[in-house]
Nanobody, 122 residues
Framework: QVQLVESGGGLVQAGGSLRLSCAASGRTFSRYAMAWFRQAPGKKRDIVAASWSGGTSYYADSAKGRFTISRDNAKNTVSLQMNGLKPEDTAVYYC????????????????WGQGTQVTVSS
């Protein structure tokens, strides 16, 4: 069982930056693929970035060059640094963990945080 708690969301102007953090419980954190998803009102939940086994990172096209995912297995945390934010980045962002690798679909992720709101004003 893994429990995930996100923090760091908020309101920011376009072009600004935010850093989201996710703290995980459990002693086997390093075995999980970790990802950030987001869901805007009326839209499906989409992957933003993932940290997979062997140090591999995955980014959605919308995140490439602007967002950076990082994890600290010693501290059981995964973070998402978001720079150059745009109004279309507005969504609830979720941290997720998967015991399988390496998938971008939300159905492959077993554990979810409660979500944190990110709002980017124009």
């Amino acid at each position: 069982q893994v429990q995930l708690v996100e923090s760091g969301g908020g309101l920011v102007q376009a072009g600004g930056s935010l850093r989201l953090s996710c703290a995980a419980s459990g002693r086997t954190f390093s075995r999980y693929a970790m990802a950030w998803f987001r869901q805007a009102p009326g839209k499906k939940r989409d992957i933003v970035a993932a940290s997979w086994s062997g140090g591999t990172s995955y980014y959605a096209d919308s995140a490439k060059g602007r967002f950076t995912i990082s994890r600290d297995n010693a501290k059981n945390t995964v973070s998402l640094q978001m720079n150059g934010l745009k109004p279309e980045d507005t969504a609830v962002y979720y941290c997720a963990a998967s015991s399988s690798c390496c998938y971008s679909g939300p159905e492959k992720y077993d554990y979810w945080g409660q979500g944190t709101q990110v709002t980017v004003s124009s």
